[in-house]
T-cell receptor, first 114, second 113 residues
Framework: EAGVTQFPSHSVIEKGQTVTLRCDPI?????LYWYRRVMGKEIKFLLHFVKESKQDESGMPNNRFLAERTGGTYSTLKVQPAELEDSGVYFC????????????FGPGTRLTVT | GEDVEQSLFLSVREGDSSVINCTYT??????LYWYKQEPGAGLQLLTYIFSNMDMKQDQRLTVLLNKKDKHLSLRIADTQTGDSAIYFCAEGDYGGATNKLIFGTGTLLAVQP
């Protein structure tokens, strides 16, 4: 069974540009989460989808970040316009409904904003 | 507020036991986790413990939970060079509307041959 996949693995963009990150969860997992780790700090929660609905987006830093999950399968996280402080590693995770507490993470996308 | 703290670095010799410690603040946490991140890889779910348990053992891994002190530890027996990685402690609360994990900053485990 394929794990959580993320694309791209690494992205380098200039300040002010737009970047879209993609996450494909494990097949059959209704729950999809985005997290990020900035500057070697702790990994912080961004948001949680249940199928195509946003269950919790309390961790989204500001309105430059837009997450979508059309059709309840893969998800995209768009940053527009990117700022220097957005640099970091963006992780996606997924879990089943039962047990919901087992979150499986992807390899992450390293975003560098110059 | 919610906070998870870990020491940043631990160095051990191959064959010794490693103990990685973590403290958390959210008393409503229902699950506590250890994730492992090897260089260039993603986060691997290593093990987790339900908050009404004191201990969980899985092969070379032993998780101890002291709920009174909000202290979690991961013991790795017979540590190998392949255990060198960053270990993240995390707490999760699945009783409410959110299922987010709160992570610590990670502990870098360096295993010396």
């Amino acid at each position: 069974e394929a794990g959580v996949t993320q694309f791209p693995s690494h992205s380098v963009i200039e300040k002010g540009q737009t970047v879209t990150l993609r996450c494909d969860p494990i097949s059959g997992h209704d729950n999809l989460y985005w997290y990020r780790r900035v500057m070697g700090k702790e990994i912080k929660f961004l948001l949680h989808f249940v199928k195509e609905s946003k269950q919790d987006e309390s961790g989204m830093p500001n309105n430059r970040f837009l997450a979508e999950r059309t059709g309840g399968t893969y998800s995209t996280l768009k940053v527009q316009p990117a700022e220097l402080e957005d640099s970091g590693v963006y992780f996606c995770a997924s879990s089943q409904d039962r047990p919901i507490y087992e979150q499986y993470f992807g390899p992450g996308t390293r975003l560098t904003v110059t | 507020g919610e906070d998870v703290e870990q020491s940043l670095f631990l160095s051990v010799r191959e064959g010794d036991s490693s103990v990685i410690n973590c403290t958390y603040t959210d008393s409503s946490s229902t699950y506590l986790y250890w994730y492992k991140q090897e260089p260039g890889a993603g986060l691997q779910l290593l093990t987790y413990i339900f908050s009404n348990m004191d201990m969980k053992q899985d092969q070379r891994l032993t998780v101890l939970l002291n709920k009174k002190d909000k202290h979690l530890s991961l013991r790795i027996a017979d540590t190998q060079t392949g255990d060198s990685a960053i270990y993240f402690c995390a707490e999760g609360d699945y009783g409410g509307a959110t299922n987010k994990l709160i992570f610590g900053t990670g502990t870098l485990l360096a295993v010396q041959p």
